[in-house]
Each structure stands twice: as C-alpha cells, then as structure tokens.
C-alpha cells in the first residue's frame, strides 16, 4: 500500500487548507483511515478518523474546525481544515489501518505551518 499526502501549504492564522491522501490497492474501501500530525519535538498524534462504513471521530484539539471524508470509488481521503491556528503547525500524515497485519501504513507527510 501506497499512500500519498498532498495540499499542505503556510496560511495565516485563521486560514483554510484542504488536505488530500491518495491511496494504492485495492483496500482502501474495507480499510478505516486516519489523519495524524506530528509537531516540531513531538509525538505523532491523532487528529480524525473515518471508518470504511463513514464514521467519524476527531481530537477535541480540532473539533469543529477540521472535517474528515473520503470517496471510496477513489480510494481518496481528505482533511478538511478551518480556522486554522498556530497550534496546528505541524506535519500531517495519512494513515491505513492494515486489518490482516495488525498496524498502521503510513503517508511521508505534508506540512502545515500556521503563522500569527
């Protein structure tokens, strides 16, 4: 599996960026998906989730400003980012849940950098 991430980008505080992941395979439609960001000196952490039947779950950190989806037809994810903070500054990964392993496939990361 192959996953790319594209669409990150520096935007001012209170900005807008759509964030794109595309996946290889033929798994991604029976596959739950996931956005984690990872911020300078940090640990990866969970921002959203989508499961392959739609749910969604997100950190309370992004909560009513980040919106999560994908199209399955298209083995495409996206992040969807409003109101965008400094805080949010941070390398966003797209992530596979592998069901037959056990574990995450992982994207190489796009950035987001934030400013005031």
């Known amino acids: 599996v192959l996953l790319m991430e594209f669409g990150g980008g520096s935007v001012l505080a209170g900005g807008s960026l759509r964030l794109s992941c595309v996946a290889s395979?033929?798994?991604?439609?029976?596959?739950?998906m996931a956005w984690y960001r990872q911020q300078p000196g940090g640990q990866r952490e969970w921002v959203a989730s989508?499961?392959?039947?739609?749910?969604?779950n997100y950190a309370d950190s992004v909560t009513d400003r980040f919106r999560i989806s994908r199209d399955n037809v298209r083995n495409m994810m996206w992040l969807q980012m409003i109101g965008l903070k400094p805080s949010d500054t941070a390398v966003y990964y797209c992530a596979m849940f592998d069901t037959a392993r056990g574990n995450w496939n992982w994207g190489q990361g796009t950035q987001v950098t934030v400013s005031s």
């Open positions: 395979g033929d798994a991604f439609d029976i596959s739950d």
């Open positions: 989508i499961n392959r039947g739609g749910a969604t």
